[in-house]
C-alpha cells in the first residue's frame, strides 16, 4: 500500500532554514497526485503549508510563501521542504500528504505521514 | 483566506448516541469540503470529501451534507474509537483550510 514518511532534523535554530524530506513507497510520485505539507502547533489545529506537482508546479500558502521552497526528486520517489528563517512559532508536528484533485469537488488529502515534530530552539 | 468555524468545540457523548458537527464557512464554498478524524499523537485521517462522499473503508455511520456556508458531520450511533478530534477543511480556494475542530469525548 502507498505510504509516506517524514525525515529531517527534529531540532532547527532560530533563523536557520527547517528542511524535510517525504519519501512515497508503494505508488509513483509522477501518478497524478499533488502532494503537500501542514504543520500542526503543539496543542493547535492544521495549517496547509503549500502543494506541489511532479512537474515542479507549487501551490503556496500566502503567508508563509516568503519563506518556503518546495521541491520533487522524482528519481528518489520524494519531495521536500525548506522553511527558512524560523522562529519558535514554527515548533509543530509537519505532515506530509498526498493531495488528490479529481476535478469537481472530488479533492482531499487522503494519506499522510505518521508526521514529524520539529522544535526551533537555540 | 476562507475561514471555518466549527461547533460545538467541544462535546460529551455516550456510545451509542447520535453525534453532529457543524462547520460554517465565511463564504460559500460549493461542496469543496472535507471532513477528517484525529487521534491523539496520529496523523488526521480523511473520512469524507465532497461534502458527503465517503472515504474508501471508512464506517457507513460516518456521513456528511451541506453546500454552500453550512456543513455537517453526523456519527449515527458513537463507537469507542470514534472519540477524537474532528476538523473540517475548504478546498475551494488557495490555501486550503481546516477549521479549528471538534473534540470528542466520553460522557
Known amino acids: 500500500q502507498v505510504q509516506l514518511q517524514e525525515s529531517g532534523p527534529g531540532l532547527v535554530k532560530p533563523s536557520e532554514t527547517l528542511s524535510l524530506t517525504c519519501a512515497v513507497s508503494g505508488s509513483s510520485i509522477s501518478s497524478g497526485y499533488y502532494w503537500g505539507w501542514i504543520r500542526q502547533p503543539p496543542g493547535k489545529g492544521l495549517e496547509c503549508i503549500g502543494t506541489?506537482?511532479?512537474?515542479?508546479?507549487?501551490y503556496y500558502n500566502p503567508s508563509l510563501k516568503s519563506r518556503v521552497t518546495m521541491s520533487v526528486d522524482t528519481s528518489k520517489n520524494q519531495f521536500s521542504l525548506k522553511l527558512s528563517s524560523v522562529t519558535a512559532a514554527d515548533t509543530a508536528v509537519y505532515y506530509c500528504?498526498?493531495?488528490?484533485?479529481?476535478?469537481?469537488?472530488?479533492?482531499?488529502?487522503?494519506?499522510w505521514g505518521q508526521g514529524t515534530t520539529v522544535t526551533v530552539s537555540s | 483566506d476562507i475561514q471555518l468555524t466549527q461547533s460545538p468545540s467541544f462535546l460529551s457523548a455516550s456510545v451509542g448516541d447520535r453525534v453532529t458537527i457543524t462547520c460554517r464557512a465565511s463564504q460559500g464554498i460549493s461542496s469543496y469540503l472535507a471532513w477528517y478524524q484525529q487521534k491523539p499523537g496520529k496523523a488526521p485521517k480523511l473520512l469524507i470529501y465532497?461534502?458527503?462522499t465517503l472515504e474508501s473503508g471508512v464506517p457507513s455511520r460516518f456521513s456528511g451534507s451541506g453546500s454552500g456556508t453550512k456543513f455537517t458531520l453526523t456519527i449515527s450511533s458513537l463507537q469507542p474509537e470514534d472519540f477524537a478530534t474532528y476538523y473540517c477543511?475548504?478546498?475551494?480556494?488557495?490555501?486550503?483550510?481546516f477549521g479549528p475542530g471538534t473534540k470528542v469525548e466520553i460522557k
Open positions: 506541489i506537482y511532479h512537474s515542479g508546479s507549487t
Open positions: 477543511q475548504q478546498l475551494n480556494s488557495y490555501p486550503p483550510t
Open positions: 500528504a498526498r493531495h488528490f484533485d479529481y476535478g469537481g469537488t472530488d479533492d482531499a488529502f487522503d494519506l
Open positions: 465532497a461534502a458527503s
